[in-house]
């Protein structure tokens, strides 16, 4: 069964340093959304991709928060620089299209020191 | 967008059914119900979802009243692996809404019991 993947499963940082994750959807799913989970709560969308186009970045913390999905394939979320209170899980998922069934991949969780 | 109220824990005897409910009076004609469940450390998992009619798949079943202001997901054999968050989303439609993001509330903790 295809899955979402991302890496690394965890990362530890120090504030102020600047961090990546990577996601790789289904193949052949047109939709990306990069969510953030912080403890005790539900995800929260950060950003929407349409291949490679931004749909919905309204969520994303612009001055400290990158995303990006060149190719229309994989994707990468980046901060610079981490601060504390962006210790988290950070969750990748994809669908076929806009209206369709989203999966998430296993996450990010990021500890920010 | 509509928001869900859920219980915010329920808990199940192994291998009876869980019923965990789910209100939505403010849904909109065009909006899906959707519920995803997530294990402790997990990405969510997608369950099922549904417009107007009951649906069921492998791993559970979805009622939907007939105003649909409220649903309820079936587990009809719970088990210990069961045990997670629900969510019951509903999710913004519609021709004019680009986004269709799925909008998470506080779920509701299901534990299963031996």
């Known amino acids: 069964e295809a899955e979402v993947a991302q890496s690394p499963r965890y990362k530890i940082t120090e504030k102020s340093q600047a961090v990546a994750f990577w996601c790789d959807p289904i193949?052949?799913?047109?939709?990306l959304y990069w969510y953030r989970q912080i403890l005790g709560q539900g995800p929260e969308l950060l950003v929407q991709?349409?291949?490679?186009?931004?749909?919905?970045d309204s969520q994303l913390p612009k001055d400290r928060f990158s995303a990006e999905r060149l190719k229309g394939v994989d994707s990468t979320l980046k901060i610079q620089p981490a601060e504390l209170g962006d210790s988290a899980m950070y969750l990748c998922?994809?669908?076929?299209?806009?209206?369709?069934?989203?999966?998430f991949g296993p996450g990010t969780r990021l500890l920010v020191l | 967008d509509a928001k869900t109220t859920q219980p915010t824990s329920m808990d199940c005897a192994e291998g009876r059914a869980a019923n965990l409910p789910c209100n939505h009076s403010?849904?909109?004609?065009?909006?899906?119900v959707y519920w995803y469940r997530q294990i402790h450390s997990q990405g969510p998992q997608y369950i099922i979802h549904?417009?107007?009619n009951n649906e069921t798949n492998e791993m559970a079943s979805l009622i939907i009243t007939e105003d649909r202001k409220s649903s309820t997901l079936i587990l009809p054999h719970a088990t210990l692996r069961d045990t997670a968050v629900y969510y019951c989303?509903?999710?913004?439609?519609?021709?004019?809404?680009?986004?269709?993001?799925?909008?998470f509330g506080s779920g509701t903790r299901l534990l299963v019991r031996p």
């Open positions: 989303i509903v999710r913004p439609g519609g021709a004019m809404d680009s986004s269709y993001k799925l909008i």
């Open positions: 998922a994809s669908s076929p299209g806009l209206r369709e069934t989203q999966y």
């Open positions: 549904g417009l107007k």
């Open positions: 193949s052949g799913h047109a939709t």
């Open positions: 991709f349409q291949d490679e186009s931004v749909v919905d």
């Open positions: 403010t849904i909109s004609g065009n909006e899906y």
